[in-house]
């Protein structure tokens, strides 16, 4: 079952543009949600993460949104750059028990300059 | 501070075969997390554990087992080997389980002929 769905697919913005990146999930119990950024041949690695008790979470030019009644969450790149491009996931989380990361299908981001 | 390490890096297996992946957590880490990432897919959660046992699994059949030894490091072992299984294999680690972030190695790429 995907329980986090993700899009788009792929996605190419210029450089110094805003890169969008939208999710949905649909367990409620869910309570920790991260964005992970993926180069090719390297394990994915964390970019950001938040919590539903805020709504929003700003860390440099990246910015999650998140929107609980509507179950989703979307990743904001500003000022896109060259480097910026990799594949990027979305994912969700509950505490207790044991720590099962969900993941979305990804989106691969292509910043041109 | 050594992260998540991973051997093999690459690995060619003939269908049928049996094939054991290995991990090394994080320094102070004693949580790991095993996921099969499919090409153009996001990762999936195969299993974790948690002081040398099995704390969790996902939608794996039992072909697919994993040790934790008292240093934490880790392996995962794939019996019986489909085409299906040619897969990047990624190992997290956490330090515990009340946190939430979990830190991916580079992963081995299994290929299975």
């Known amino acids: 079952q995907q329980q986090v769905k993700q899009s788009p697919q792929s996605l190419i913005v210029q450089k110094g543009g805003i890169s969008i990146i939208n999710c949905a999930y649909e367990n409620t119990a869910f309570d920790y949600f991260p964005w992970y950024q993926q180069f090719p041949g390297k394990g994915p690695a964390l970019l950001i993460a938040i919590r539903p008790d805020v709504s929003e979470k700003k860390e440099g030019r990246f910015t999650i949104s998140f929107n609980k009644s509507a179950k989703q969450f979307s990743l904001h790149i500003m000022d896109s750059q060259p480097g910026d491009s990799a594949t990027y996931f979305c994912?969700?989380?509950?505490?207790?028990?044991?720590?099962?990361?969900?993941f979305g299908t990804g989106t691969k981001l292509q910043v041109i300059p | 501070e050594t992260g998540v390490t991973q051997s093999p890096t690459h690995l060619i297996k003939t269908r049928g075969q049996q094939v054991t992946l290995r991990c090394s957590s994080q320094s102070g880490h004693n949580t790991v997390s095993w996921y099969q990432q499919a090409l153009g897919q996001g990762p999936q959660f195969i299993f974790q554990?948690?002081?040398?046992?099995?704390?969790g699994r996902g939608n794996f059949p039992p072909r697919f087992s994993g040790l934790q030894f008292p240093n934490y490091s880790s392996e995962l072992n794939v019996n019986a080997l489909e085409l299906d299984d040619s897969a990047l294999y990624l190992c997290?680690?956490?330090?515990?389980?009340?946190?939430?972030?979990?830190?991916f190695g580079p992963g081995t790429r299994l290929t299975v002929l």
């Open positions: 554990y948690y002081r040398e046992e099995e704390n």
């Open positions: 994912a969700a989380s509950k505490r207790g028990g044991y720590q099962k990361v969900t």
């Open positions: 997290a680690s956490s330090p515990g389980l009340g946190g939430d972030e979990q830190f």
